[in-house]
């Protein structure tokens, strides 16, 4: 590389990284004056381009200056707070693929199987996948003539996927009815394939109706809107919103999701990000109330479950419908994501994006529950080891048969037989373990003590113990403001903000996210006393989807 390339390299960077303070700062330069007057922004970042130069001319060979700059943007972003971050391409790719609710391809889920072959799981049903014929268990033998013998999984999925229109070309191996093995051939035009967000539905115990969202999508309220009729055409007389392991979404979803249960112009949160020099408000501001009307009756009674893996719009969720007397909560406190990330594509590196947080939402009860949490109603504890155990568990029951997908192993509450094994180490597992940490060292105890919990998990069984709370507090009684009396407690209670403790212990950038003044509240009206039953609507209802990120 010539030293000609370097300095007009050097001289990009330096004009690259003077844009991105500008983008960062809204690009009004009196906003950098009045963080500090003493503050040379500019002067600030001369470092990054002097080391990118360092580097360019100094270091050991050529530089991947693409890679030398994605690490610069990286760190940059990490030093903002937990959630603000870098994205590169293929993340930004299937991002948008993930939240639309949608991606390009033939639509099936693969996983190796014990022999390395490459094998479909799970045809997207109504996929082009299924249409043409795609089974589960078919081993992929051939991806367009190419043979996937030592094949990775992303390599081969890459092969698959690819622009709506085009056709792969799958060469299939499986056995016939006589069980003899014959290879077909399938040419599978590619198509946009719905992504899935309710991952288990079903009626328990008659009439209870059960949905599990994985997240939250631009399809995720039209698919819960169609299985809650199903519901009630089944004779619902109560409902469980599943919650947990829920890392949250779009957050356009989740007011989309409080719609069906909540009455019309019912406050599902508010957001506020920084003020202007001049002390306005920030442009994004944006209170999200209801729209439409509920699609269950208001008084059908109804709990949210929850762990420490709800998150984001998942809280947003359970705190309008806790707030507003929807929905008793049961479960573990929630994860505490209470900020908003704006993705801002960047035009260089060419189709990467800023994930950069640019407010804090807060619940109707007017508190940001940002590293706290929202508290259940009912607390029904579970490990972190039983909850693994119950989400193998889970799987292991439609493993071999994905049409299963619904009639998940829940234990004694979906009519399936466990044996709760204890998860605690015994005292010859913690000798033998002591035993072997003494002869060989930490590093062997810590391996063993890995081996012995996995193995636990992949073949002991677990109550799934919230749901089965959950189930028995809707049997106790069939009216709704008789459940709301005995189980709902105030929202002073349960959604709080962060202690001033909690806020000390956390690094830096986090606590200045929270500083009191930083990003103020606002006042809002008294929880509102509970509304009449409404009847649901008497048709489904098309609604445009918008994604705010």
């Not at 390299?9 to 004056?33: K, P, S, W």
């Not at 249409?131 to 092969?159: C, H, N, Q, W, Y």
Request: hydrophobic share 40%.
């Amino acid at each position: 590389m010539s030293k000609k390339n370097y300095r007009s390299e050097f001289f990009g960077i330096v004009l690259f990284f003077g844009a991105m303070t500008l983008l960062l700062t809204n690009g009004f330069v009196a906003r950098i004056a009045a963080q500090d007057s003493q503050v040379d922004v500019y002067q600030a970042v001369e470092p990054v381009g002097v080391v990118l130069e360092t580097i360019l001319s100094q270091y050991v060979r050529d530089t991947n200056l693409d890679r030398v700059v994605q690490g610069a943007l990286i760190g940059m972003m990490s030093s903002l707070d937990r959630h603000s971050s870098f994205i590169t391409a293929e993340e930004l790719t299937a991002m948008r693929e993930d939240t639309k609710g949608e991606f390009e391809g033939i639509g099936v889920s693969i996983r190796l199987d014990e022999n390395k072959n490459i094998v479909v799981f799970k045809p997207v049903p109504d996929s082009p996948a299924e249409t043409a014929g795609i089974r589960p268990f078919d081993i992929i033998v051939k991806i367009d003539d190419i043979s996937t013998e030592g094949m990775s999984l992303s390599d081969a999925a890459d092969r698959i996927r690819g622009q709506r229109g085009t056709t792969v070309k799958l060469t299939i191996r499986r056995k016939n009815e006589l069980g003899v093995e014959e290879e077909h051939e399938f040419n599978v035009k590619r198509a946009k394939v719905p992504l899935e967000s309710i991952v288990e539905s079903r009626m328990i115990d008659g009439d209870i109706g059960y949905v599990r969202i994985s997240d939250f999508k631009d399809n995720t309220s039209r698919d819960l809107r169609r299985t809650l009729r199903n519901f009630m055409d089944a004779g619902m007389k109560g409902f469980i919103l599943d919650l947990r392991w829920n890392p949250g979404g779009l957050l356009s979803a989740s007011q989309e999701v409080c719609e069906l249960f909540l009455p019309r112009n019912s406050l599902v949160t508010y957001t506020r990000g920084r003020a202007s020099a001049e002390g306005m408000p920030a442009k994004d501001d944006m209170r999200l109330h209801t729209e439409g009307r509920p699609v269950i009756p208001l008084q059908l009674p109804m709990i949210v479950l929850v762990n420490g893996q709800t998150a984001s719009s998942a809280e947003i969720v359970t705190g309008a419908l806790q707030y507003h007397q929807r929905a008793i909560v049961v479960g573990q406190k929630t994860f505490g994501k209470g900020s908003v990330q704006t993705i801002i594509p960047l035009e260089r590196p060419k189709m990467t994006a800023l994930r950069l947080t640019t407010a804090l939402y807060y619940t109707p009860a007017d508190v940001s529950i940002d590293h706290q949490g929202i508290l259940p109603d009912v607390e029904v504890v579970m490990s972190t080891d039983e909850e693994r155990t119950l989400l193998a568990q889970m799987y292991r029951s439609y493993e071999s048969d994905p049409s299963k997908v619904n009639e998940q192993n829940h234990g004694a509450v979906t009519g399936d037989e466990v044996s709760d094994v204890p998860h605690e180490a015994s005292e010859a597992e913690r000798q033998l373990l002591e035993e072997i940490r003494a002869i060989y060292g930490e590093e062997a105890h810590n391996l063993l003590q890995e081996f012995v919990s996995r193995l636990k998990i992949v073949s002991a069984t677990v109550q799934d113990r919230p749901l089965q709370r959950a189930v028995e507090i809707l049997r106790e009684d069939t009216v709704w403001e008789n459940l709301l009396r005995k189980y709902h407690k105030d929202v002073k209670e349960t959604q709080v903000a962060a202690n001033p403790e909690i806020v000390g212990k956390l690094p830096e950038t986090e606590r200045e996210l929270l500083a009191p003044g930083q990003v103020a509240p606002q006042t809002l009206p008294p929880l509102p006393e509970l509304p009449d039953a409404e009847p649901p609507d008497s048709a489904p209802q098309e609604e445009e989807l918008i994604p705010i990120p």
